[in-house]
């Protein structure tokens, strides 16, 4: 159902008069030309309401993911089975935490404060991506997450680097260099664990099975029950169906799953001869909404987790702020003398 403002015109007109019927002709018609022509929108450009909220949301939701997302990696940092392991560990959760500052200034551009984001964050408002409401029980789990979840994550934010609007983009860019280290080593430790012992092997396939299917649901509801990317397409910001997505992150996963010597935990996965791609079940859409409305394992914590230590880091802040003060009264001073 993948398809563009090119080629469907009016459908993309539809959308854009339904944005605010106030708003000046001649500034919309020039932001459809440049969306059309592969322009990007800067934060001084003029951009429907419509178009600065759907972006809002979705960048946040990211900005909140990738912050959440620290979380159930953390869980294993004093428990990393070398000192290897740890510190690659520490540096992939520090990437995400960088990811989220990009992400949260990218929204500061159209105009939300980072506190304001936050707030929504702390006080349940804000979504964040299903996936890390899900436990880390083992070892292989971080190893999962970084072959799987970070896998998913780039199948999906290469297709954002050509997303419309700059700042967003160019995020994107950086953060898939920086997400293929995480990929590559999770591939890579759960090669180790795969080719291990019979333990670690098992370890490996339990995690799989735990991790496979809510992989699958971080490309969001299917086409059909997606309400956002219709717009979200016609405008450019999301560049490919969820549903399209959804299929091209299966059709690399399994191969690689096959070399790991994995068995996929689904029964009706097959190629397709004439489609050339993998068919797969049916993805569990309760589960997702159950998780995406916060009855997942561990929503609750996760939340709990992000509030404390808001919290304990208030005095941090506070400094900073008491610091950024001092030198700012210091440099007026000296520039009165
Ligand atoms: N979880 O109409 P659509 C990472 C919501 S980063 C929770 O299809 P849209 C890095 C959706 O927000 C992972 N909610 O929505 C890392 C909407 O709610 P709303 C995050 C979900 O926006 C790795 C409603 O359902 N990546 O992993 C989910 O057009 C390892 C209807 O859905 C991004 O955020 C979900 N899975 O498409 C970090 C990528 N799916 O707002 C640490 C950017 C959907 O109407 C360790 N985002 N919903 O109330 C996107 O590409 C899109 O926003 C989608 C959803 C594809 C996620």
Redo the contacts with the bound molecule.
Sequence with gaps: MAYTIAEKPEEARAFAAETDRNEDPAKRAAFDTKVAAEGKIEPRDWMPEKYRKTLV???S??AH??YV??L??GNWVTRAPSLRRKAILLS?IQD?AG?SLYLYSAVETLGVSRDELLDALHEGRA??????NYPTLTWADVAA??WL??G??IV??VS?QRCSYGPYSRAMVRICKE?SF?QRQGYEAMMMLAQGTPEQKKMAQDSLNRWWWPSL?????SDKD????EQ?MAWRI?RDS?DD?RQKFVDMTVPQAEYLGLKMPDPDLKFNEETGHYDFGEIDWNE?WE??NGNGICNRERLQDRRSAWDKGAWVRDAAMAHAEKKDARKLAAAAE
Excluded: W
């Design positions: 949301r979705q960048i939701q990211h993911s990738e997302g620290m159930p990696e992939k995400e990811h979504k964040y991506s299903s996936i890390f997450i970084g979840v970070d998913a994550a999906n934010q954002l997400e995480h649901m971080m490309f969001g509801p997606s309400p956002n990317s979200s999301k969820n997505l997702f998780v995406v």
